[in-house]
């Protein structure tokens, strides 16, 4: 076997198998994958809607709605019933078959039984109430041995004597006998206004008093204890009679989920769009079914190799095991660095293996990789020192000890620097009143926490000379990463995250263009029209607006507009003949572009309306207008690639737009250039695989998000579904209410919950060791709190070298359990120190001044000056008319070009005369013969957008194989013929240049398909035009660019088509000179459309 032949990539399309085979389960070979979750959450709610209405149609008996009113509430919609719809079923995806789990595994009928709960009170909970009454019994009849000379005449004491009498012969009594004891136990301390057991004598020895407060606090705990058993056999006893009311709306909600699960398929399988979990259970769904098939890969694979095998989720372990034959597997992971529970990846797929392995070799080997080859041993020592005190089998799911333990790899890695013990830096918030202990309180970042990062980076940077781009920022969230950039760039520290929450949407420039599509789409649309009027290109202000509105009382503001044109509504005398002819231009331009809109694609409308009104050109003026011409340039691509997807109209494309923003779900944000020396900031899931040589892990003191503890359904790939249920109490209240609704938490729900408290705190663990294991140098926490209240909130409690398990399981933070562990071992050497910085080591004083002038100060300063330059430009072009006509001759000419739009005006002269012309004349020496086939003309320009798209979606962080590409190839929206005249071999050929692995090699300087615009000059008008584009590729180098260009034109030589695009070359070329202020640009065309691969350097 070659590893050059090897199937390498991610498991989960596995699109090749289901496009080979895929006839066997009735799959058409030509389908995509359904990657955009707009149309992804569009085409779900379409499904859900009709299958609601089918459902509500034949609900004769209320079951139905029963079901909707039990997980809805009183919300006048079905969302609630909806969220918990799309719950399961996404949980049943993740199951290796859907179907089969649902119909098996989802309603567990034995667990909503009576008998259950009635099993639990007769024998687990009896044990239960037992130990703590002998407990009791121990507490009582030590004081009472002890205390009787002191205390025996005390008043309390004879109740103590009582209470013993009832802790006798206990084992002879039921459930319910031991219950009566427990009530008159508690009867007794209730007497004397709850102070019935308690010793109130005042003794003046000091063994004595110590006796008496050491008796009080034990009783208070054994009463408290028993209260709440108390409350949990009350609350276990009204389950038993309602609990089992909740199992027909678990079947209906299981049966709907069936129907959904289908329909929704059926929907996909109709548009030939899948989803990866789709395509992965059609893949075991044709090696389960086919045995041939199953045997082909079982002998085509001698080893079946996974990395990050940690991060299985159950549908991807069944595929390896059909994969496999069983003893070829090879698994490479780390369970402690499984943190994608939300994907459903389940970590204990790995651990099972591991301690399959461990306890019995003849199963599978175990090697372990201890050795850390990353991180200093500061780091190191730091992270054991926590783990090995936080993590075991109870909280953890495992146990941190020698066998997970780190160590350093090499001997460079054991030299101690003490200067780098890991930092602990916590902003002390001394009098704020935001320094809440409180654990139930949210403790956002705060300005405070970010000035401390900002005084350590400058330090780090002047005093030791650390480069910015050595430095990464760790988060949990996005959520305030634009606070942080915000105080970084008043500091002059270079910046980049590594993208914020998706809010494409939700930028100024696109709203207005959403808003003016929507008005072209339907002029009735008051709120989407008073934006577009008051929007830079009509320019509409509050007291024009109020005129028109008053023309008319009710009525539609578009139809308010058309009788104020007349001049004949209730007070034409607000109208003037200035507002009227603004109001005539703009009815006449909205009348044009919806005539427009009718004839011409979305891309055409938007780009029309770009140039007619000179939006663009606008916003590009405004501050970060690169970034805004981005994303209106990005809006023109993305309405394309709706239209490719089958959808037409603008209308559908409103809607769909519309059902995003409803569902909260954006789309992303477009990048633009980065600096490259530069902070970095990103969340600790988007750090995994990555190191860095200083890493500062932000706001420790955020609460875990535990939004799924309170969920309608809890769901336990064990246990099934574990749900809330209303039940309907009136039997048992005394109430003038027709109906009495109690939420009630089934039995099932509340051991599903806790196996997901403890699911969720060991993902919250290894979340930690993931952040901390990132550094390789040094490594700071950072968090915030009042010093005094931080000392005081943590008992210090320990059990067998570890925090106990009550303590861990009660705290909702990463400081929480790092705090704790200071005190319970505060004795030992944990390897970090906490450093206490306050306000007054914060002043601009105290923070310092980078040595070095910041870029972004002139960029501000750049910005500030656009910013009072705007109201000058937007009179300018008020009066764009007037010099229209003065300059009629430019008019003609487009404002707006693309490379291959200009590339003659610049193409050389070549010194052979005529060499060119009897080139480009020259008559062909073959005849085709005419197609009189109904198929579509394939055109080169299709082809050629078909490859350019290709090399966009190639994943270049692995090994490029024929595989690979043909995975890629699979995922470009074009026809299949249009893809079946790309050379594959051809791709794979230019891999094997010097250029191909030069860009392998570098896929950390990679750009591709970056947009740009510039400046010209029209060589014969002298007039000023924008020439936009997007430049195929480049590697970009601290010295020097490295240009690349594709191209897929037929030629003879390649000296033609490097004469014939080196004017365009040039005009990239410039474009990257001007955007990173760098004079060395090498220009390559790759040549795609000739006999073999050419990479040719085009000189400039």
């Known amino acids: 076997w070659q590893i050059t032949k090897a199937d390498i990539g991610t498991m989960t399309p596995y699109a090749e198998m289901v496009t080979t085979y895929g006839y066997s389960l009735g799959i058409s070979p030509q389908f995509r994958i359904l990657q955009d979750e707009t149309e992804k959450a569009s085409l779900k709610k379409e499904v859900f809607d009709q299958l609601f209405a089918d459902y509500l149609e034949e609900d004769e008996n209320g079951a139905f709605r029963k079901l909707v009113r039990n997980f809805s509430g009183n919300r006048k919609d079905n969302s609630g019933f909806r969220q918990v719809v799309y719950q399961v079923h996404d949980f049943s995806q993740s199951t290796s078959s859907p179907t089969k789990w649902l119909k098996e595994q989802a309603v567990q009928a034995d667990l909503y039984s009576q008998e259950r709960i009635e099993q639990m009170l007769e024998q687990g909970f009896k044990e239960k109430v037992l130990d703590k009454l002998y407990q009791a019994a121990d507490f009582f009849r030590y004081h009472v041995e002890w205390g009787r000379n002191d205390f025996g ?118 548009e030939a769009a899948f989803e990866f979990g789709d395509i992965g259970h059609f893949a075991i769904r044709i090696l389960e079914e086919n045995a041939d098939i199953r045997q082909f890969f079982q002998e085509k694979y001698h080893e079946v190799m996974v990395d990050e095998y940690q991060d299985n989720n159950h549908s991807q372990e069944r595929m390896l095991d059909l994969l496999s034959n069983g003893h070829n597997r090879f698994m490479v992971g780390d369970i402690k660095q499984s943190i994608y529970r939300f994907r459903q990846a389940d970590p204990m797929i790995f651990q099972e293996k591991f301690e399959l392995y461990q306890a019995n070799p003849q199963s599978g080997k175990l090697i372990l990789l201890k050795e850390n080859f990353r991180s200093q041993i500061e780091v190191l020592e730091a992270t054991n020192a926590i783990f090995t ?82 430095i990464t920022l760790l988060v949990q969230k996005r959520t305030h990463n634009d606070l942080i950039m915000s105080i970084f760039e008043k500091h002059g520290i270079p910046i980049v995250a590594d993208g914020g929450a998706a809010s494409y949407l939700q930028s100024l420039e696109v709203m207005i263009m959403l808003d003016t599509l929507r008005v072209i789409n339907n002029p009735l649309n008051d709120y989407a029209l008073v934006a577009l009027l008051k929007s830079p290109m009509f320019r509409f202000d509050e007291d024009e607006l109020t005129r028109i509105s008053l023309q008319a009382g009710t009525g539609f503001f578009y139809q308010k507009m058309e009788i104020a044109q007349q001049a004949s509504g209730q007070h034409p005398e607000l109208m003037s003949e200035k507002l009227k002819k603004k109001i005539t231009d703009f009815l006449s331009i909205l009348e044009n572009w919806r005539a427009y809109a009718k004839l011409h694609s979305i891309y055409d409308m938007i780009w029309k309306m770009f140039n007619e009104k000179f939006y663009y050109d606008y916003v590009g003026a405004l501050p970060n207008g690169s970034k805004r011409q981005a994303n209106l340039y990005a809006l023109g691509l993305r309405a394309n690639q709706f239209e490719k997807t089958g959808y037409k109209g603008l209308s559908r494309f409103i809607a769909m737009i519309d059902r995003a923003l409803a569902n909260d779900k954006d789309l992303a944000d477009v990048q633009e250039f980065l600096p490259q020396n530069a902070v970095q900031l990103m969340t600790i899931h988007k750090s995994k695989g990555l190191e860095f040589k200083y890493v500062f892990l932000m706001n420790i003191d955020k609460r875990f998000n535990l939004e799924d503890h309170y969920q309608s359904v809890i769901i336990s790939r064990k246990n099934g579904l574990g749900i809330q249920y209303l039940a309907d109490m009136k039997d048992k209240v005394n109430s003038p209410l027709p109906q009495v609704r109690v939420l009630m938490n089934t039995l099932p729900y509340q051991n599903n919950l806790q196996e997901l408290k403890i699911a969720n705190l060991s993902e919250q663990m290894r979340l930690l060791y993931v952040a901390l294991t990132r550094a390789e140098k040094k490594l700071y926490l950072v968090g915030k709190g009042n010093a005094d209240k931080l000392a005081e909130k943590y008992d210090g409690k320990k059990e067998n070298g570890v925090l106990a398990q009550s303590t861990r399981e009660s705290m909702a933070t990463f400081q929480d359990w790092i705090l704790a562990i200071d005190e319970a071992f505060s004795g030992e050497d944990l390897h970090f120190k906490k450093v206490f910085v306050t306000d007054e080591d914060l002043t601009e004083e105290k923070i310092g001044k980078l040595t070095l002038k910041s870029k972004l100060e002139d960029a501000s300063l750049k910005d500030i000056r656009q910013s009072e330059d705007i109201a000058q430009a937007l009179d300018q072009l008020s009066s764009v008319q007037e010099l229209n006509e003065r300059y009629k001759a430019a008019i003609e000419l487009p404002s707006l070009r693309t490379p291959s739009q200009i590339k003659k005006l610049y193409e050389p002269i070549l010194e052979q005369e005529g060499m060119e012309v009897m080139e480009k004349y020259q008559p062909k020496r073959t005849f085709n013969l005419p197609d009189f086939s109904k198929k579509p003309k394939i055109t080169g320009a299709q082809v050629g957008s078909a490859v350019h798209e290709l090399m966009q979606r190639l994943d270049l962080s692995w090994l490029v194989t024929e595989d690979t590409v043909r995975a890629a190839l699979e995922a470009v929206h074009a026809e299949q013929a249009i893809k079946d005249k790309i050379n594959v071999q051809m791709i794979l050929d230019f891999f094997d240049t010097d250029l191909g692995r030069e860009i392998l090699a570098n896929t950390d300087k990679l750009h591709r398909e970056a947009p740009f615009a510039s400046l010209q000059t029209d060589s014969v008008s002298q007039e000023n035009f924008v020439l936009r584009g997007i430049i195929d590729g480049y590697l970009l180098y601290d010295d020097h660019i490295v240009l690349f260009d594709y191209k897929t034109d037929k030629y003879d030589q390649p000296i033609q088509l490097s004469q014939r695009y080196q004017a365009q070359m040039q005009l990239y070329a410039e474009a990257l000179k001007k955007a990173y202020k760098i004079d060395r640009v090498d220009c390559h065309l790759i040549l795609l459309g000739g006999e073999r691969i050419e990479v040719v350097e085009v000189n400039i």
């Open 389 to 470: 005190r936080l993590m075991d089998r109870q909280v953890g799911e495992i146990k941190y000890d020698d066998t997970h333990s780190l160590v350093a790899g090499s001997p460079g890695q054991k030299i101690a620097q003490p200067k780098n013990e890991m930092e602990y830096l916590i902003y002390d918030q001394q009098d704020s009143a935001n320094s809440s202990t409180d654990a139930e309180e949210e403790t956002p970042l705060t300005a405070g926490e970010i000035e401390v990062v900002a005084k350590e980076i400058i330090r780090l940077h002047n005093e030791e000379g650390a480069d910015f781009k050595d």
């Open 153 to 270: 005449s005390a008043k309390y004491f004879a109740n103590v004597e009582e209470v013993l009498d009832l802790l006798t012969g206990l084992d002879s009594l039921d459930q319910k006998d031991l219950m009566e004891r427990v009530e008159r136990i508690l009867l007794i301390n209730n007497q004397s206004r709850g102070k019935g057991l308690t010793n109130a004598n005042r003794p003046k020895d000091e063994h004595l008093i110590a006796f008496k407060e050491e008796y009080n606090a034990g009783k208070s705990q054994i009463i408290s204890e028993l209260r709440d058993l108390g409350q949990e056999v009350y609350e276990l006893t009204l389950l038993k009679d309602y609990q089992v009311q909740a199992l027909p709306l678990l079947i209906l909600l299981r049966d709907f989920v069936l129907d959904f699960s289908q329909a929704y398929l059926d929907v996909k399988i109709k």
